[in-house]
């Protein structure tokens, strides 16, 4: 079954479906979100950080730091004895694999992700990193409309009127 993850308001967290069910996404205290698990399971928590590009899972027993490179370099992480490669999110594609091997699969959607497969060494951080990955995923799709914004500025002016502007504001916040 797919993990899907949803990314509400930031401060209704959002939602994470697995096969155990539909967990809610909170706030938590000192920063993050607190996602919860089944019954007598204690939440993870979950923090990225968009500046830095920097995912942090934690949960009982389990601390993992994905810090996210540029598309020309790998972005690793070791988990359990495992080491892993998280393929480029810029296209909305989600890749992770272990030597060549395919251990999640998924893509970006409006609203989060969706994880076709999760490989059974993954799926005790699967709520986390699902909601995680939503979270990189929405700051990626921001990064492009920070970049794009000038264009789509101009659809109702002279377009070059509207670059002009926005690279002077971009110049005012960089000063």
Do not use: C
């Not at 810090?67 to 988990?79: A, I, K, N, S, Y």
């Not at 005790?124 to 914004?149: C, H, K, N, T, Y």
């Not at 264009?151 to 670059?163: I, K």
């Amino acid at each position: 079954m797919a993990v899907i993850a949803k990314v509400g308001l930031r401060e209704h967290g959002g939602k994470v479906r697995t096969k155990a069910g539909i967990f809610d996404v909170t706030l938590a205290e000192g920063g993050g979100y607190r996602v919860q698990g089944p019954a007598g399971e204690e939440p993870g928590l979950v923090r990225y950080d968009a500046e830095r590009q920097i995912l942090e899972i934690e949960r009982p027993g389990v601390t993992l730091r994905i810090r996210f490179r540029p598309e020309l370099e790998q972005t690793t992480f070791d988990f359990q004895g495992h080491h892993y490669e998280v393929g480029t999110m810029d296209f909305g594609n989600i890749s992770v694999t272990e030597e060549g091997r395919p251990v999640v699969r998924g893509h970006v959607t409006v609203s989060g992700v969706r994880l076709l497969s999760v490989a059974p060494d993954l799926e005790p951080i699967e709520r986390e990193l699902a909601f995680g990955l939503a979270l990189r995923g929405s700051a990626v799709d921001e990064m492009f409309w920070r970049e794009d914004q000038p264009f789509l500025l101009g659809l109702g002016e002279a377009t070059e009127d509207a670059v002009l502007r926005e690279q002077e504001r971009l110049h005012r916040k960089d000063a």
